[in-house]
């Protein structure tokens, strides 16, 4: 039996359900993380919590409960509940249940949901695998940094993407500069053997693997730079990748109708993918 966490209840996923006046489900009012479990640890669990407080300070929803270390107690409780080794565990945060009306009333106390999955251990040889990823307009709002719910431009791109046989959409800003993926942050390496993925600011949202690739490319003495790249500088690029706490690092090897190189997941791709194999091992909860 899937077991999710409600507002305080452990309880069978089929029978957990919120409010329908929760502002979450009527307003996208909530913000979320989602945390890749490897070797039944949350993979740079820390990180993903300082985004969630920052999400939650920036949108003034109040803190869902006591401490940090309570809530990493509910979230341990759901793998373990759940005998997850690998996989993912989801968490939500709404500002809470209120009839529908736009103004938020204050007061309110949030609502709090948790699922947990399985997948298949992280195993580099697979991860190697290239992907095609499609263009499209990046029709978000513009404050992408911020983790919400709010969701439908990326679920219509990943759709659309998919229906095209595409793994993941790379998004485009008005004037042909990729912003990041639907659900993911986007990398190109240049033929100078530079790691370029856009800088952080209200258009993108600060991706928690994009933030451990910079660390480990910087350990391990690789070459980036946080700039903007283009659509054409991608498609012409060396090597292209795209991070996310659920596709981790996944090389991409066809940008619409072109190849990257030659087609193939390239040496440096290889290479952050080893690095970031070892790392999610040693992870912390
Ligand atoms: N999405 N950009 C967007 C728009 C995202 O939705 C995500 C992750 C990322 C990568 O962030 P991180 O490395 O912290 O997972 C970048 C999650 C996985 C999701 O919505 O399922």
Redesign the pocket.
């Known amino acids: 039996m899937t077991t999710a966490y409600v507002n305080g209840r452990y309880i069978a996923q089929r029978d957990a359900a919120v409010h329908i006046n929760d502002r979450g489900f009527q307003f996208a009012d909530a913000v979320?993380e989602?945390f890749a479990v490897q070797d039944g640890k949350l993979v740079d669990v820390e990180a993903?919590l300082d985004?969630l407080d920052r999400s939650l300070s920036e949108l003034s929803i109040p803190q869902p409960m006591s401490s940090r270390q309570a809530l990493k107690l509910v979230m341990r409780e759901v793998l373990r509940r759940n005998r997850i080794e690998y996989g993912g565990l989801y968490l939500q945060v709404t500002r809470g249940v209120a009839p529908r009306d736009f103004p938020d009333p204050g007061g309110l106390e949030p609502t709090v949901v948790m699922t947990a999955w399985r997948t298949q251990p992280f195993d580099a040889e697979t991860a190697m695998r290239g992907a095609k990823v499609v263009s499209a307009p990046d029709i978000r709002w513009k404050r992408?940094d911020i983790?919400t719910v709010q969701?439908l431009a990326?679920v219509l791109a990943k759709t659309d993407a998919h229906a095209r046989g595409a793994a993941e959409a790379w998004l485009l800003d008005e004037t042909g500069f990729v912003t990041?993926?639907?659900?993911?942050?986007a990398w190109i390496v240049t033929y100078d053997n530079e790691l370029i993925t856009r800088h952080t600011d209200t258009a993108?949202?600060?991706?928690?693997?994009?933030?451990t690739v910079l660390k480990l490319a910087a350990q391990n003495g690789l070459t980036y730079i946080e700039r903007p790249f283009s659509l054409e500088e991608a498609k012409a690029a060396r090597e292209a990748f795209t991070?996310?706490?659920?596709?981790m690092v996944r090389p991409v090897v066809q940008i619409d109708d072109t190849a990257i190189a030659n087609g193939e997941t390239g040496a440096f791709t290889r290479q952050i993918i080893e690095l970031y194999g070892a790392y999610m091992r040693g992870g912390t909860i």
């Open positions: 979320y989602v993903h985004r992408c983790k969701l990326g990041e993926g639907s659900a993911s942050n993108i949202l600060g991706g928690i693997t994009r933030q991070t996310s706490s659920t596709m």
